[in-house]
């Protein structure tokens, strides 16, 4: 029993180190000065903070498009950068998944936000995203 125990209590070990490591280390140095923070373009998924967004749309078209094959529906997907302007950028969403997608089961289906390549997309927080998965309550 004796020979069992050790490769499990090194294991045990390892998996309570390795997290405390990982945390350890910190991409964002708190202590730069402002200027430093503010020159660096923001990126989204930087902050916790809530990113409120305006999708503007034909709703019929997309919310009827609840097919296994649906297709993408051009929208304008809008939000306000720090200095409070408005930043929009041309999109295109479809609907998504199996169970939500019903309309029987979700009145708002899960959404593939599809990023137009433009240079609104180029100099926003949305920066290298293509498709992002969106859910609303």
């Known amino acids: 029993m004796k020979i069992f125990l050790h490769p499990v209590i090194y294991a045990a070990l390892y998996c309570l180190v390795l997290p405390v490591k990982s945390h350890s280390q910190s991409t964002v140095d708190p202590a730069a000065p402002a200027s ?6 923001k990126v989204l998924f930087e902050t916790d903070k809530a990113l409120e967004i305006t999708l ?4 019929g078209d997309f919310l009827a498009d609840r097919t296994e094959n649906s297709k993408y529906h051009p929208i304008v997907f809008s ?5 409070s302007t408005e930043i929009s950028i041309p999109a295109k969403i479809k609907t998504r998944g199996h169970f939500r997608r019903l309309r029987v089961n979700c009145v708002y289906p899960p959404l ?3 990023f137009t390549k433009s ?3 180029k100099s926003s927080i949305f920066k290298g995203q293509d498709k992002l998965k969106l859910v609303m309550p």
């Not at 430093?36 to 373009?41: G, I, M, Y």
């Not at 503007?56 to 709703?59: A, E, I, K, S, V």
């Not at 939000?79 to 200095?83: I, P």
């Open 119 to 121: 240079e609104a997309l």
């Open 112 to 114: 593939w936000v599809n």
């Open 36 to 41: 430093h923070k503010s020159s660096r373009p």
């Open 79 to 83: 939000y306000r950068g720090e200095d």
């Open 56 to 59: 503007t749309c034909n709703t």
